[in-house]
C-alpha cells in the first residue's frame, strides 16, 4: 500500500498567517491527492482533489500544489473557521490512504 | 442536496456482528462509487471499502478483509456494510461516503454523520 506522510502534526499559528502542510507520498501517486479539513465531532470536507483542483464552495485561500511523491496545502490568510485538523489522501487506486493528520491550532 | 444518513452502530461483544446502513439521497445513486471511512477515537481516517456504482466491483482494506462485506441497494438507494468476526481495535465511528465523477471516483465529495461501533465486552 502507498503510505502517507504529513508534516508537521501539529501546527500553531495566527489569523492572517499563510501556512503550508506538507503531504509526502512513498511512491508516485502523480495527481491524484485529496486534501479533507475535519472539525472536531464533524465529517470531513473536501478542500482540494487532483492536487491542485478546488472543492465545491472551497474559499480561494486554500490551494494545492505537488505531484509525483510531494505535495503542499497552503492556506493564504488564516481565517478563525480554519482552525481544524487536515488530511491528505490519495486517490491514485482504490486501496486509499490517508495522512496521519495535521491539527491547525491557535497561536 | 446531497445526504447520506448511517446507521446500526451500537455495542457489540468481540467475536460479534453488525451490520451498518447508509441510507442515500439527492443524487443517482447507482452512478457513483461509494465508500466506508472509520476514524477509532481521538485517531486520524482510515479507509475501509469502496464499491462501484454497479456494485460489481469492491475493494477492502487489508486490515478487514475477509471479514467486513461491503453491499448497495439500489432499488432502496442504500449501501451496506457487514461487519462479522469484530475485534477491539474495529471501534470506531464508520462514515459512508460518496465518491466523485468517472475522472476522481476515490474523491469524497461528501459524508454521513457517522455510526459509532463499540467492540467491548
Known amino acids: 500500500d502507498i503510505q502517507m506522510t504529513q508534516s508537521p502534526s501539529t501546527l500553531s499559528a495566527s489569523v492572517g498567517d499563510r501556512v503550508t502542510i506538507t503531504c509526502r507520498a512513498s511512491?508516485?501517486?502523480?495527481?491524484?491527492l485529496a486534501w479533507y479539513q475535519q472539525k472536531p465531532g464533524k465529517a470531513p470536507k473536501v478542500l482540494i482533489y487532483?492536487?491542485?483542483s478546488l472543492g465545491s464552495g472551497v474559499p480561494s485561500r486554500f490551494s494545492g500544489s505537488g505531484s509525483g511523491t510531494e505535495f503542499t496545502l497552503t492556506i493564504s490568510s488564516l481565517q478563525p473557521d480554519d482552525f481544524a485538523t487536515y488530511y491528505c489522501q490519495q486517490h491514485n487506486s482504490y486501496q486509499i490512504t490517508f495522512g496521519q493528520g495535521t491539527r491547525l491550532e491557535i497561536k | 442536496e446531497v445526504q447520506l444518513l448511517e446507521s446500526g452502530g451500537g455495542l457489540v461483544q468481540p467475536g460479534g456482528s453488525l451490520r451498518l446502513s447508509c441510507a442515500a439521497s439527492g443524487f443517482t445513486f447507482s452512478s457513483y462509487g461509494m465508500s466506508w471511512v472509520r476514524q477509532a477515537p481521538g485517531k486520524g481516517l482510515e479507509w475501509v471499502s469502496a464499491?462501484?456504482?454497479?456494485?460489481?466491483?469492491?475493494y477492502y482494506a487489508d486490515s478487514v478483509k475477509g471479514r467486513f462485506t461491503i453491499s448497495r441497494d439500489s432499488s432502496k438507494n442504500t449501501l451496506y456494510l457487514q461487519m462479522n468476526s469484530l475485534r477491539a481495535e474495529d471501534t470506531a465511528v464508520y462514515y459512508c461516503a460518496k465518491g466523485g465523477d468517472s475522472s476522481s471516483p476515490q474523491v469524497f465529495g461528501a459524508w454521513g454523520q457517522g455510526a459509532l461501533v463499540t467492540v467491548s465486552s
Open positions: 464499491i462501484s456504482g454497479s456494485g460489481v466491483n469492491t
Open positions: 511512491q508516485s501517486i502523480s495527481s491524484w
Open positions: 487532483k492536487a491542485s
